[in-house]
């Protein structure tokens, strides 16, 4: 999956799944205002996406899955 514009997120969450590797997401709006998971890795290469319902069920299915968010600026 190629992304080719930059993402505005206040938060970005990272879980640790292994030595010296980790999995990173991002909720993200668009535009349609759908609400997506955008999962990436130590790249910043997108490899997964999956859509919710809205930002509760967003948060809520990524604490499911062991995600710590991380504030940003």
Not at 4 to 22: F, H, N, P, R, T
Not at 45 to 71: G, H, M, P, W, Y
Request: aromatic share 10%.
């Amino acid at each position: 999956m190629v992304w080719s514009k930059e993402i505005d997120a206040s938060a970005v969450w990272i879980k640790v799944v292994g030595m010296l590797q980790q999995n990173w997401a991002i909720i993200h709006e668009t535009r349609e205002s759908v609400t997506e998971i955008l999962f990436f890795d130590d790249a910043s290469r997108i490899f997964d996406k999956v859509i919710c319902r809205d930002t509760t069920t967003a948060i809520n299915d990524l604490k499911r899955n062991r995600f710590s968010e991380q504030l940003t600026g």
